[in-house]
């Protein structure tokens, strides 16, 4: 079994920003500068999709950088650094739910919600289907899919999210959640079903239910 330091060694060669967050953890001047200017605007993007929340998202990723440089002496790595990071941000979020979960909240029954029914963000996106001839704008697909997101439930969120814009690996994702590689197949095989009933109208999306699998083979990833 190889050492703390056989592994730190390891992911320093290759991985970047584990070699920025050594400097951090060295105390080297505008190392942890460097560090949040690289990750912020990736962080903010992920915690806005899990929360939902503009201003909250901002305070949660802050409140992630403010763990890393608190936790930087202790900093060993184990896997690539934005493994480790995204684990902080998805504890965080995870706390910040819990906590809105324990406060009161009046439920309306389910037949009494409103002329939209009970999930009417998802009625809004389906109403808003565009006509045929109707070709979408980049912020217009994009609010469009941030919409669809939401409707997923809190782990295939997370699981789209980190395998489609953090471009991260099933282990890695596994290791993020805390959960098996196989149960992160299964959160983006659900998750997919749905994101292609409530896109259906706007964008083409592919049917194969092995086209993950050959992204994978193409990169040269194991699934």
């Not at 608190?70 to 706390?95: C, E, G, M, V």
């Not at 819990?98 to 389910?110: A, D, G, H, Y």
């Not at 998802?122 to 899919?145: F, G, K, S, Y």
Request: proline share 5%.
């Amino acid at each position: 079994m190889a050492s703390t330091g056989q592994t730190s060694g390891f992911y320093a060669l290759r991985d970047p920003d584990v070699r920025l967050m050594l400097r951090v953890r060295a105390d080297e001047p505008g190392a942890f500068e460097e560090l949040v200017a690289r990750f912020q605007n990736r962080l903010l993007a992920v915690m806005r999709h899990l929360c939902g929340d503009p201003e909250e998202a901002e305070d949660l990723a802050q409140e992630v950088f403010l763990r890393v440089y608190r936790s930087r002496k202790d900093y060993h790595p184990q896997a690539k650094f934005s493994t480790w990071l995204f684990t902080i941000a998805n504890n965080l979020a995870s706390n910040s739910r819990r906590r809105k979960l324990r406060k009161p909240v009046t439920q309306l029954p389910l037949n009494d919600s409103g002329p939209l029914g009970p999930r009417p963000q998802e009625n809004l996106l389906l109403d808003r289907a565009p006509a045929p001839d109707h070709r979408l704008n980049h912020d217009e697909l994009a609010t469009v899919v941030q919409e669809a997101l939401a409707q997923l439930n809190e782990r295939q969120r997370l699981a789209v999210i980190l395998n489609k814009f953090e471009d991260m690996s099933y282990q890695e994702i596994a290791e993020v959640m805390n959960i098996s590689t196989k149960a992160v197949k299964s959160l983006l095989s659900r998750a997919r079903s749905e994101l292609r009933e409530l896109l259906r109208g706007y964008v083409e999306m592919d049917q194969s239910p092995d086209s993950e699998a050959t992204v994978r083979a193409e990169k040269g990833e194991s699934a």
